[in-house]
């Protein structure tokens, strides 16, 4: 049954090797896999995410992936840091304060990497 499941996001890649040095210096991750057009990332307890080589890549226009995190303000300075740049947001429903907008669910922090891909950090109530 899929609710028994783990799941995890795919993130296209335009560029695979410029993707995994973005991802190394500006993330501090490394692949514990690689394949053949594609990097497999473990995280957390129990997460992962695939980045693959495809030809299209950060056209989505909304997030493809989020990390939870214990505290949204240090994890954005941390990733600041090491030269994340976060989006700034003004719509009716969405407005970011230096990066970080206050949701009904919690706070949230968004950013690109290198494909364009939006990434969110998220911090829940």
Do not use: C
């Not at 394949?35 to 495809?54: D, Q, T, W």
């Not at 969405?94 to 949230?108: E, F, N, Q, S, Y």
């Amino acid at each position: 049954m899929l609710k028994q499941s783990d799941i995890h996001p795919t993130i296209p890649a335009t560029d695979l090797s410029r993707a995994h040095a973005w991802y190394a210096d500006k993330l501090g991750l490394d692949p514990d896999q690689e394949f053949p057009g594609a990097l497999y990332y473990r995280v957390g307890e129990s997460s992962a995410f695939l980045l693959y080589s495809a030809s299209v890549s950060g056209t989505s226009g909304h997030q493809v992936a989020a990390w939870v995190v214990e505290d949204l303000e240090s994890e954005v300075a941390r990733l600041r840091g090491r030269g994340v740049v976060f989006e700034e947001y003004d719509t009716p429903g969405l407005r970011t304060v230096d990066g970080i907008a206050t949701t009904p669910a919690g706070k949230g922090a968004w950013f690109k990497d290198s494909e364009g891909n939006v990434i969110t950090l998220t911090q829940r109530r």
